[in-house]
């Protein structure tokens, strides 16, 4: 609340859309903290500290801003502190130093410093979580444990019951709602530790690697019924995962940490094309970037091809040329002086009529589909923006660079 | 050098003499109130009991047994059971020996399962009192029998005095055991839900904690049990009373039927207070 008032109004603004944000944050585990503060301000490594102060290092100078409605993925090895810094939204984890703000009734809250009551109500309203190895109480039933927050809140039964059903409902649970919690395979388990979390109808869910303990076909399953469930009701995910398949699927953004920092935060295209350093770079070497990368992120930007006259040339001799509208769409095209047809693709399934000379498709078009099209048509393709007017160029060139990683 | 050390006694035994001595001269009014109330609480729960006809009484404890357990076999073993103490003729001393363990068990789980939680939640606390359960576990019985009985005079409450701090902690040391055993993950959830410290307690820890606690009860009541031949020593009334005249006596048959008398009432409590299959059956999978 003090945080607020203090903000120039521009800068109110942009924090109005922020959800969760770390300003230099530091977690230490130990007795003398203030021993360790100075080493982490040189940038000491977790080993360095803990030989000289006893004390663990679990986050150092974390910066981070979550947007609302936004999926961020908090990536690393174990003990990176990615699931340390994620407990401290909530203050499962005590902060050491620095703030950690929560968008709260309208204020940005600094859960790290606020007072008891505050934290309780943050976490009873805005704040809900759902843990790797489900936290259900074995005594309850899957109704009782969805119900939980909701009674520690005091909701009356009737509203409580109804809340429940809705969410069970939600979660495809509704049959099993009388039975206990270990009667349910692991997935299910945590359909229900989900379900207990969108009770409370938090605004910010925090996610503690919580498909990490589930078999692979399971995991696909709930990933997808999370962005599923996402799309109807825009909560703000700070999702922890060791996986990066599962971060590059799930995450708007992505925060790669290693031994307690964050080496890079970005999106999925970012962290896949222009890794920070050689840990992240090693890190996504084994990545299938075919879902991640779109043509955006590869294309021959507009402006670097070959101009002659208005038009564009395209093709090693220049031999097929592309008319530009003077808003900037491509109207029609030419090869060696034949009339050529323009044919636009379906950006989510890559086909195209048959009788086509050049293919127009969408700047997001993703990589795959730019790379089935290629394959069914051999026609260089053309990416316009929402306006229709050509952004750049995807052809064969750009689908390798980008394969191989090489930023355009 | 050894003659010094005998001459020289550390008055250890007199000293405790003399806070016996003051406790008794200067707090007696407040061991006269304990002694009623326990004495009241025990007499009046005797009376109780004795009220009933002894078969109706009989046939209720059978039918609750049947009702919590679900089990025949059960019921009609509690139902020979206690036929076969009143034939040999002690169902009025099992009654008083039963009100003895249960009143006794009713103070330890009223002190013992509040402290088993604080210790539980202070772990200074539980190194505290850790030396003093086992002093009180191993010290003789008959060496506190003696302060009790100058503070409480004969009767049935130094009996249940030193029954207590006999079977004190069993559910203390159970409380302790069960409160910390729970999963961190689960009070995790818990402070991330937003609950309160009473909360926590009452809707994760206890409920948790609660077959381990009903087994330290268990156990406070089989320890009650095994002290009522030694509460008889001081006055107590029920199934110690005629074991121990048996043994001033030299009446085999009279020890050999008080005796089977208490083995058949720690047997059917036994069975009593296990917990019921279907809670077994979940924290087993749990």
Not at chain 1, 378 to 394: F, S, T, Y
Request: aromatic share 6%; glycine share 8%.
């Amino acid at each position: 609340m003090t945080a607020h008032s203090t903000v120039p109004p521009e800068a109110a603004q942009v924090r109005a859309a922020t959800a969760v944000e770390f300003r230099n944050v530091d977690i230490v585990f130990g007795h003398q903290r203030a021993r360790a503060f100075p080493m982490i301000d040189a940038g000491a490594s977790r080993d360095t500290i803990l030989a000289a102060t006893g004390c663990v290092l679990g986050a150092a100078n974390v910066n981070l801003t979550i947007g609302r409605g936004e999926i961020c993925v908090l990536m690393g090895l174990s003990g990176s502190g990615k699931s340390t810094i994620l407990r401290a939204v909530n203050r499962l984890n005590t902060v050491a130093r620095g703030e950690v703000f929560v968008h709260h009734d309208g204020t940005l809250i600094d859960v790290a410093r606020c007072e008891a009551r505050m934290l309780r109500d943050i976490r009873m309203r805005t704040v809900s979580m759902v843990f790797q190895q489900f936290g259900l109480l074995p005594w309850r039933t899957v109704r009782e444990n969805v119900g939980f927050g909701l009674e520690l809140r005091g909701t009356p039964t009737a509203e409580r019951n109804r809340l429940v059903d809705e969410k069970l409902a939600m979660v495809g649970l509704s049959q099993w709602a009388d039975k206990y919690a270990h009667e349910l395979s692991g997935g299910m388990q945590q359909r229900v530790g989900l379900a207990r979390a969108f009770a409370t109808d938090a605004d910010i869910l925090l996610m503690d690697e919580p498909f990490s303990a589930l078999d692979p076909l399971i995991r696909d399953k709930l990933q997808d019924e999370l962005l599923d469930l996402q799309q109807r009701i825009q909560k703000t995910i700070v999702f922890v995962s060791h996986d990066l398949d599962e971060a590059l699927k799930i995450g708007n953004t992505i925060a790669i940490m290693e031994g307690g920092r964050i080496v890079q935060a970005g999106t999925a295209e970012d962290i896949l094309l222009r890794p920070a350093d050689a840990y992240v770079a090693e890190f996504v070497k084994h990545m299938n970037p075919l879902n991640v990368l779109r043509g955006n992120a590869v294309m021959t930007p507009a402006s670097a091809l070959r101009r002659d006259d208005g038009a564009i040339l395209l093709g090693r001799d220049g031999q097929v040329r592309v008319v530009i509208d003077g808003e900037g769409r491509p109207v029609s095209v030419s090869l060696n002086g034949r009339e050529g047809r323009l044919v636009a693709a379906d950006p989510d399934s890559g086909a195209v009529a048959p009788a086509a000379d050049l293919i127009v498709a969408p700047l997001d078009l993703k990589l795959k589909a730019a790379i089935a099209l290629k394959c069914q048509t051999d026609h260089p393709i053309l990416l316009v923006d929402k306006l229709g007017r050509l952004a750049g160029l995807c052809d064969d060139e750009e689908i390798y660079r980008g394969l191989l990683r090489r930023g355009s | 050098m050894y003659d010094w050390l005998v001459d020289h006694k550390i008055p250890l035994g007199q000293w405790l003499k003399a806070v016996v001595d003051f406790l008794s001269t200067h707090a007696q009014a407040v061991f006269d109130l304990i002694s009623a109330v326990l004495g009241w609480m025990i007499g009046s729960l005797t009376d109780l009991l004795l009220f009933v006809p002894p078969l109706l009484l009989i046939a209720l404890c059978a039918m609750g047994a049947y009702l919590v357990h679900r089990s025949i076999g059960l019921a009609v073993f509690i139902l020979g059971a206690l036929l076969l103490v009143a034939n040999l003729g002690y169902w009025d001393a099992t009654i008083e020996t039963l009100s003895l363990v249960l009143c006794a068990t009713f103070v330890c789980v009223l002190i013992g399962v509040p402290v088993g939680i604080a210790a539980a939640h202070r772990p200074w606390l539980y190194t505290a009192i850790r030396p003093v359960l086992d002093l009180m576990q191993t010290i003789p019985t008959f060496v506190y029998l003696i302060p009790t009985l100058v503070l409480f005079g004969l009767g049935v409450v130094p009996g249940l005095i030193s029954t207590v701090i006999f079977a004190l902690p069993a559910p203390i040391r159970l409380t302790h055991l069960g409160i910390s055993s729970v999963p961190s993950a689960l009070v995790e959830a818990g402070e991330a839900f937003g609950a309160t410290r009473r909360q926590l307690l009452f809707k994760v820890e206890l409920p948790y904690a609660l077959p381990t606690i009903m087994a330290g009860i268990t156990q406070c009541i089989m320890l009650s049990l095994s002290m009522v031949v030694i509460a008889a020593l001081v006055g107590s009334d029920g199934l110690g009373k005629p074991v121990v005249r048996a043994l001033n006596t030299v009446n085999v048959s009279m020890g050999f039927e008080a005796g089977m008398a208490i083995v058949i009432l720690a047997i059917v409590l036994d069975r009593v207070c296990k917990r019921p299959d279907r809670a077994a059956r979940r924290s087993r999978k749990a």
